[in-house]
């Protein structure tokens, strides 16, 4: 049953997949394993090694918890509508308190470490970007807690990662907690202290992040925030307005950090349209007036200098004073056939515009992003709330449409397919019951183990302030192979008593004080193994701690309420059975 458990995480892809597959996997084979030597190994180990006789004695623990216990199941027994009513209620609660947890797709991993990308308008120049830089850099090193800072300007215009001049990658290498200030100071707090004194330099804006969450967000959906709102459309200008308005509609939503339009005007660009009636006259032609412009502005290779075994291009071009100014292009002489020259403003007409640094597409259609990183509140009620509003107050022109990505589009993911595959496996456990016991009464009864030990897991969720997350959904699914484990354990020792003493009540009773080690043992085990990985605060422990939390929770739960609800359910199934047994003895 528990093999069957593990499952639905089999069926997940992508990031979550990689995350936990080793996991399942693991516990598979492990469980493989200890069933064939469970039916080989074991048996032969007590012939040979368990010999005479064999005393069995309880110890003082045992003891003490049994000599508690029976009392107590024995006025659950007699007060059994308000122990089923309060756990009725109690299960109620935890559905709805579950909605109210938030979600996300995987905890954020706390790196230790510090990204942030500087950007600026698509015109600024490499040499520019390296004092602006330089700037920054100063200025991050100025705070106590940074050990070290480095960038990265650009990249090739390769297909991996380009990025123009204009962008910088920014690391920001902390030194060890101990040797802060203040040790105890949220990394967050830190950020919002950087965030705060580079906010005063102009020419830039910033996205706060970590290293490796940035590419993780980056190989996700093309994006490197949380959060990623694609515009589909035709028009760019109407994309650009429409985008606009989505922007300040994210910046009013609570949570909502470094939010910005993807950079798409701001490259600058000259235009020249030639005077065909001028050129004519002076015996010209447009081809020879675009060579001129291009050599002038652009550059012509007048040879190469060797120094060393390096060999470096020479360019020939206008200064750069003169190139970026229009009115002295205006006068740039253009030489004629007779030896003469003419001003380029006789023969052209000169205008500075601002075209688009890029125009992106996806899928065939052109596409402008808002992105936006979600701090203080949890992934899915930011989006569930960024949604609500764009559809209040937004309006999205006819034949344009958008489409949320970012971590949000790998949650929305794998919880439609484990919503699929986890009930289907629900069921085959259910079969598999079903088989066993002959009878679809008792597999129910054992079923009923699961929803309470959900709702374990939804109160210690809620006690640790953790929103659902696929790695609590993944111990939601571990969580309720143990539950009905629990429930098989003492419901088939029951039944067996019951069917050898023929008194329903007293089967209980005796079954419920015999099975409650094996069920302590179970428990205990399971949930003492999970409490490093759920008391764990080293690097990648955000991802453990809501599996490991949820598995203990809904242990402690189901098992609490397994000993006193399952015996009540039984005795409530097959009383009136019981009761005819007795009267045809009679």
């Known amino acids: 049953i528990i093999t069957v458990v593990y499952i639905p995480i089999f ?25 064939i030597l469970s039916v080989t190994l074991v048996p032969a180990a007590v ?14 623990v045992i003891r003490s918890t049994k000599s508690i216990y029976e009392p107590l199941l024995k006025m659950a027994m007699k007060f059994r509508w308000i122990i089923v009513s309060f756990s009725t209620l109690l299960m109620g609660y935890s559905l709805w308190l579950a909605t109210t947890l938030g979600t996300e797709f995987v905890p954020q991993l706390n790196e230790g470490d510090i990204a942030l990308q500087a950007l600026r308008i698509p015109s600024t120049g490499l040499e520019q970007s390296v004092e602006m830089q330089e700037v920054l850099e100063q200025r991050i090193k100025a705070f106590p807690e940074v050990d070290k800072v480095f960038s990265r300007i650009g990249t090739p215009e390769v297909a991996t990662d380009p990025m123009p001049p204009s962008i910088a990658d920014i690391f920001v290498i902390l030194k060890p907690r101990k ?32 290293p490796i969450q940035m590419r993780f967000n980056e190989l996700i959906s093309g994006v490197r925030a949380d959060v990623g709102i694609k515009i589909f459309g035709d028009d760019l200008d109407r994309l650009l307005l429409t985008a606009k308005d989505i922007l300040n509609i994210v910046k009013t939503v609570d949570g909502a950090a470094d939010a910005r339009m993807e950079q798409v005007t701001g490259v600058p660009s000259l235009s020249v349209i030639p005077k065909r009636e001028a050129l004519g006259r002076y015996g010209l032609n447009v081809t020879e007036l675009q060579d001129w412009v291009a050599t002038a502005i652009g550059g012509e290779s007048a040879g190469i200098i060797y120094e060393g075994d390096r060999r470096f291009e020479l ?7 003169i190139r970026t100014d229009i009115d002295s ?33 996806e899928n065939g259609k052109r596409r402008v992003v808002v992105t936006v990183n979600v701090r203080g509140r949890d992934l899915g009620g930011f989006v569930k709330e960024v949604k609500a509003k764009i559809n209040q107050e937004g309006e999205i022109p006819a034949g344009y449409w958008l489409d949320y990505g970012g971590t949000f589009e790998q949650l929305e993911s794998a919880s439609k397919r484990l919503s699929l595959v986890v009930p289907i496996t629900l069921v085959v456990i259910l079969g598999i019951l079903i088989i066993a016991f002959g009878s679809l009464k008792d597999a129910l009864i054992i079923f009923s183990g699961v929803p309470l030990a959900l709702t374990g897991g939804v109160f210690s969720l ?56 094996p069920i302590l043992m179970t428990a205990l085990v399971a949930s003492l193994g999970f409490i490093p990985m759920a008391l764990n605060t080293g690097i990648g422990a955000e991802v453990q701690r809501p599996l490991a939390t949820v598995v203990i929770g809904g242990i402690v739960s189901s098992t609490i309420l397994t000993l006193f609800v399952l015996p009540i359910l039984y005795q409530w199934a097959h009383g009136a059975e019981s009761n005819k047994q ?5």
């Not at 040790?183 to 830039?204: F, Y």
């Open 582 to 586: 007795q009267s045809d003895e009679i």
């Open 47 to 60: 012939a040979v090694f368990m010999k005479g006789k064999i005393s069995e004695k309880e110890s003082v």
């Open 329 to 361: 292009l205006k006068h740039l002489p253009l030489p004629l056939e007779n030896g003469n020259y003419v001003p380029i403003e006789e023969v052209a007409e000169l205008k500075s515009e601002s075209l688009p640094a890029q125009i992106s597409r």
């Open 11 to 35: 069926t997940l892809t992508g990031v979550e997949g990689k995350m936990f597959h080793p996991m399942a996997a693991t516990v598979v084979m492990a469980l493989i394993s200890a069933m």
């Open 462 to 517: 809620y006690l640790r302030d953790m929103p659902l997350s696929i790695s609590a959904g993944v111990g939601f699914i571990a969580l309720s192979g143990v539950a009905v484990l629990n429930g098989l354990v003492m419901l088939a020792f029951i039944r067996d008593l019951w069917h050898e003493k023929g008194d329903l009540y007293v089967a209980i009773i005796e079954g419920a004080i015999i099975r409650l080690r």
């Open 315 to 321: 360019v020939v071009r206008l200064p750069e004073q």
């Open 179 to 210: 040797e802060w200030a203040e040790p105890s100071k949220p990394k967050s707090e830190l950020v919002e202290e950087m965030e705060k004194v580079l906010k005063n330099i102009p020419g830039n804006n910033y996205e706060f992040t970590q």
